[in-house]
């Protein structure tokens, strides 16, 4: 293996370029499948026609729902590969995946059987599909019912990987694959195939790529070829799995609350203006996805490797970075929302949306900050909190909508969403907090530099745009105002051994991670 990954004693050394590049590679490996679809989905709509397409869609969202009742054993392997790497112990890596696998090929298989035998009373009694397109139908959500057990193992090979910090494989996996869900619908329409010989194509390209990452793991871990299956090991591996899975149906669930306030509360046209700047905001996840995918197996390693200092450094260094990059990059889309709102929908449907997208900036922004004591939480084998914390704010985002849409209509549900995730970092900062590995008071005067300058820098740009001046003109202050702002950050908010590792980072070596060699967080 490469990138300051140590194989000889099955130990890896957790490197700051190497997590840069892997977060570039997932990023990579997430944004040419979304370029894809914005490109194809018109052409793919106008051939099939508004039904298929709406049934082609349809078998996605059920598909990717699915996928949510898997026993959360991706995550589980990740986590417990991760942290047997970081111990030095690779012997235990088979023990943690075939059971991981075994679990999710029963839970796919019962699933692919389900569907296939609920596909005509879904199609004839519950959806609406026109009675020329039964047949079709049916054969199309009984073929992608054989995608779930195919779906599920992968997630586990993937977790695997990613756990061995191999994300040079998952990413070209992840790019093909979600790729795949638009150019195989977009070669059919030219070549004239129906829904079912679509989704069995795609089929065949999720048994490849399947292959793909199972001999990747038999070439990472070569124990892999035994099967094994460590008892000890079962229980805390499907436990952790099982609060993973209810984190992420407690998030499902959180995530439709506001539509489902303003459908009850308003009307459809208020849905339509809050949830277009909501699907913006939502393409941003994949920031708080990439930050996710690549620090938790990085903070599982430590945690295996029982190095708490470097853990803790790693935490800090993570937030410092993510403040300073994104925090700017959300004010810029809050401070622009009309101006990007008009050039995508139209000056009519900007006026009504920007002011909910500028609410909903701020919360993307809180959103992110908080994916990195989720990671750290999630790491240390704690996503019960990370479930709880769901739990317990469930009733108050409610309670919180409720009041706020008949207040401040769809702003105020805005409102409502990004103050969600401004309690839910901080429940978090203070899980890491009685864990030991973050403290208010050490951390105080890099915080105070850090929220400071990206406040500052923030209200005097919403300052400039507000000026009745050129936009030319106020753009280009703007854009002064960031390189004032950098130059303050680099000169003033980053350490010496942080510029030095940056300026190697540029030049392509191989540093290691800025402060984790035992220094003390300023």
């Known amino acids: 293996?490469?990138?300051?990954?140590?194989?000889?004693?099955?130990?890896?050394?957790?490197?700051?370029?190497?997590?840069?590049?892997?977060?570039?590679?997932?990023?990579?490996?997430?944004?040419?499948?979304?370029?894809?679809?914005?490109?194809?989905?018109?052409?793919?709509?106008?051939?099939?026609?508004?039904?298929?397409?709406?049934?082609?869609?349809?078998?996605?969202?059920?598909?990717?729902?699915?996928?949510?009742?898997?026993?959360?054993?991706?995550?589980?392997?990740?986590?417990?590969?991760?942290?047997?790497?970081?111990?030095?112990?690779?012997?235990?890596?088979?023990?943690?995946?075939?059971?991981?696998?075994?679990?999710?090929?029963?839970?796919?298989?019962?699933?692919?059987?389900?569907?296939?035998l609920a596909a005509p009373p879904l199609v004839v009694e519950f959806l609406h599909v026109s009675p020329a397109m039964h047949a079709e139908a049916i054969r199309t959500f009984q073929i992608a019912?054989?995608?779930?057990?195919?779906?599920?193992?992968?997630v586990s090979s993937r977790g695997a990987l990613e756990a061995a910090q191999r994300f040079d494989m998952t990413a070209g996996v992840k790019a093909v694959s979600g790729s795949s869900v638009f150019l195989v619908p977009l070669t059919g329409v030219f070549v004239g195939w129906?829904?079912?010989?679509?989704?069995?194509?795609?089929?065949?390209?999720?048994?490849?790529?399947l292959a793909v990452l199972v001999l990747a793991c038999f070439r990472v871990f070569p124990l892999l070829k035994k099967p094994a299956f460590d008892r000890e090991?079962?229980?805390?591996?499907?436990?952790?799995?099982?609060?993973?899975?209810?984190?992420?149906?407690?998030?499902?669930?959180?995530?439709y609350t506001d539509r489902l306030v303003i459908s009850r509360a308003l009307t459809m046209t208020a849905l339509t203006h809050y949830a277009l700047p909501q699907e913006l905001i939502g393409r941003l996840g994949l920031i708080t996805?990439?930050?996710?995918?690549?620090?938790?197996?990085?903070?599982?390693?430590?945690?295996?490797?029982?190095?708490?200092?470097?853990?803790?450094?790693?935490?800090?260094?993570?937030?410092?970075?993510?403040?300073?990059?994104?925090?700017?990059?959300f004010a810029l889309l809050a401070i622009f929302a009309q101006d990007v709102l008009r050039l995508w929908l139209g000056p009519a449907l900007a006026s009504q949306s920007a002011p909910v997208l500028r609410v909903l900036a701020l919360g993307a922004g809180l959103q992110v900050l908080a994916a990195i004591p989720a990671s750290l939480v999630q790491a240390l084998g704690r996503p019960d909190l990370t479930a709880k914390f769901y739990i317990l704010e469930a009733p108050l985002y409610l309670a919180a909508a409720w009041w706020l849409v008949h207040?401040?209509?769809?702003e105020g549900v805005a409102a409502a969403w990004s103050g969600r995730f401004a309690l839910d970092g901080l429940l978090l900062l203070l899980a890491a907090q009685r864990m030991g590995l973050w403290s208010w008071r050490t951390s105080a005067g890099t915080a105070g530099r850090v929220i400071g300058s990206v406040v500052a820098v923030c209200a005097l740009s919403a300052l400039v745009y507000a000026t009745p001046l050129a936009s030319s003109l106020k753009t280009g202050l703007i854009a002064g105002l960031m390189v004032a702002f950098y130059w303050l950050v680099w000169t003033a908010v980053l350490r010496g051994d942080e510029r030095q590792w940056l300026l190697r980072l540029t030049t392509r070596s191989r540093p290691s991670a800025p402060g984790l060699k035992g220094e003390s967080p300023r």
């Not at 019912?145 to 992968?154: D, I, K, Q, R, Y």
């Not at 989704?199 to 490849?208: D, F, K």
């Not at 090991?233 to 995530?255: C, R």
């Not at 930050?291 to 260094?317: E, H, I, N, Q, Y």
């Open 289 to 329: 996805a990439t930050l996710a995918a690549v620090l938790v197996p990085a903070f599982s390693t430590l945690s295996g490797a029982r190095d708490l200092p470097r853990l803790s450094m790693l935490f800090a260094r993570s937030a410092k970075f993510v403040v300073l990059i994104t925090g700017p990059a």
């Open 1 to 116: 293996m490469r990138d300051g990954i140590e194989t000889a004693a099955g130990r890896f050394e957790i490197s700051g370029g190497l997590l840069v590049r892997n977060g570039l590679l997932n990023i990579a490996g997430q944004a040419l499948p979304l370029i894809i679809g914005l490109v194809s989905v018109p052409t793919i709509v106008h051939s099939l026609g508004t039904e298929r397409f709406g049934l082609l869609v349809f078998t996605w969202t059920l598909l990717g729902a699915f996928s949510v009742f898997d026993l959360g054993l991706g995550w589980s392997v990740t986590k417990f590969v991760a942290e047997a790497l970081g111990r030095g112990d690779p012997g235990a890596i088979p023990g943690i995946l075939w059971p991981a696998v075994a679990g999710q090929a029963v839970v796919g298989t019962i699933g692919a059987g389900l569907l296939i």
């Open 194 to 209: 129906d829904l079912p010989h679509i989704l069995a194509t795609l089929l065949v390209v999720r048994v490849l790529l």
């Open 407 to 410: 207040l401040s209509g769809i």
């Open 233 to 255: 090991l079962v229980k805390p591996l499907f436990a952790f799995g099982g609060w993973m899975m209810t984190a992420a149906l407690a998030g499902l669930a959180l995530g």
């Open 145 to 154: 019912g054989l995608s779930l057990p195919v779906m599920l193992l992968t």
